[in-house]
């Protein structure tokens, strides 16, 4: 069974950073591509920004693009999520996912596409 445990979200001011960190465990983390979606109250969850296995291809939503960063450490089972810049639209419950395939030749911005995901962590960016 997949575990991913999100972590590093928190209240922020506006123009603010923040890292998030997500740590996998239960499978060959290096062989799966993985995501960050974020999902606000009352809205749909939306798709954030994607690493493909290798850390070779990523891919962001247009909100965030240009302050943020995804990278991925295979060595730590970890994929980051460093947020810059950051705006109160930036506040939701973020989520770190797994892709359900190995070593996929795309990086996937469809949560259907991915299949475990952590519990969430909170940020709240202030104005």
């Known amino acids: 069974q997949v575990q991913l445990v999100e972590s590093g979200g928190g209240l922020v001011q506006a123009g603010g950073s923040l890292r998030l960190s997500c740590a996998a465990s239960?499978?060959?983390?290096?062989?799966?591509?993985m995501g960050w979606f974020r999902q606000a109250p009352g809205k749909e969850r939306e798709f954030v920004a994607a690493i493909n296995w290798s850390g070779g291809t990523t891919a962001s939503a247009p909100s965030v693009r240009g302050r943020s960063t995804i990278s991925r450490d295979n060595a730590k089972n970890t994929v980051y999520l460093q947020m810059n810049s950051l705006k109160p639209e930036d506040t939701a419950v973020y989520y770190c996912?797994?892709?359900?395939?190995?070593?996929?030749?795309?990086?996937?911005?469809?949560?259907?596409?991915?299949?475990?995901w952590g519990q969430g962590t909170q940020v709240t960016v202030s104005s």
């Open positions: 239960g499978r060959t983390f290096s062989s799966y591509a």
């Open positions: 996912a797994a892709d359900s395939l190995p070593r996929r030749l795309r990086v996937t911005s469809s949560s259907t596409e991915y299949n475990y």
